[in-house]
């Protein structure tokens, strides 16, 4: 009997193929971003120029881009998994909607930078090239891929709105009062410059 209720509830919040698809992509777009901030470390990327001597702080707020984006990996990844040992519909329902605004936050901030510099509001259109548009792209795609992700694991696992909601406002906050406080703890110990 409880056999037949594991495999009833599995097969009831397995996600569809696409789903599926998308999770693993968003996995892999985490991953590459990490590698990008883990070639800087390994090439010594900072150890040059007018940051030189800030290097240390520096390795320090890389490592900690690095383990957030390994996080949004494994939450692209359990939101697809059927593991009943891993099954915590309430934290990954926060994490994911978390995720989607944060992101969707970001490359929103993005695209109305790009459009202030159109419109000559900050700097000029001069300064917006491929290379930039590239990667605001890739924030929306990802902040799409995760709103996809969270949608559907909130309506599998019938999660309630307020976690939706945690997730959506307390995920920006914390995530940008990590981003202030510890930049604010290195310009302290002297790691980082207090420009």
């Given at each position: 009997?409880?056999?037949?209720?594991?495999?009833?509830?599995?097969?009831?919040?397995?996600?569809?193929?696409?789903?599926?698809?998308?999770g693993?992509?968003?996995?892999?777009?985490?991953i590459?971003?990490?590698?990008?901030?883990i070639?800087?470390?390994?090439?010594?990327?900072?150890?040059?120029?007018?940051?030189?001597?800030?290097?240390?702080?520096?390795?320090?707020?890389?490592?900690?881009?690095?383990?957030?984006?390994?996080?949004?990996?494994?939450?692209?990844?359990?939101?697809?998994?059927?593991?009943p040992?891993?099954?915590?519909?309430?934290?990954?329902?926060?994490?994911?909607?978390?995720?989607?605004?944060?992101?969707?936050?970001?490359?929103?901030?993005?695209?109305?930078?790009?459009l202030?510099?159109?419109?000559?509001?900050?700097g000029?259109?001069d300064?917006?090239?491929l290379?930039?548009?590239?990667?605001?792209?890739?924030?929306?795609?990802?902040?799409?891929?995760?709103?996809?992700?969270?949608?559907?694991?909130?309506?599998?696992?019938?999660?309630?709105?307020?976690?939706?909601?945690?997730?959506?406002?307390?995920a920006?906050?914390?995530?940008?009062?990590?981003?202030?406080?510890?930049?604010?703890?290195?310009?302290?110990?002297?790691?980082?410059?207090?420009?």
């Amino acid at each position: 009997m409880k056999a037949h209720l594991i495999t009833s509830q599995v097969s009831r919040t397995s996600p569809r193929p696409g789903v599926t698809v998308i999770g693993v992509l968003m996995a892999l777009w985490c991953i590459a971003f990490a590698v990008v901030n883990i070639v800087f470390e390994v090439t010594d990327y900072f150890a040059g120029g007018p940051l030189a001597e800030y290097t240390a702080g520096i390795t320090v707020m890389n490592w900690l881009v690095v383990g957030f984006k390994a996080l949004g990996a494994v939450v692209a990844l359990l939101s697809v998994a059927n593991i009943p040992k891993l099954h915590l519909p309430a934290l990954m329902t926060v994490l994911l909607w978390g995720t989607f605004a944060t992101l969707g936050l970001y490359a929103l901030g993005s695209v109305t930078q790009a459009l202030g510099m159109i419109f000559g509001f900050a700097g000029t259109a001069d300064q917006i090239n491929l290379k930039g548009v590239g990667y605001v792209f890739m924030f929306l795609l990802a902040a799409v891929g995760y709103g996809f992700l969270a949608v559907s694991y909130s309506r599998r696992h019938s999660t309630r709105r307020g976690y939706v909601v945690l997730g959506v406002v307390g995920a920006p906050v914390v995530l940008g009062l990590i981003f202030i406080l510890v930049p604010m703890l290195l310009i302290t110990l002297g790691l980082l410059p207090a420009y």
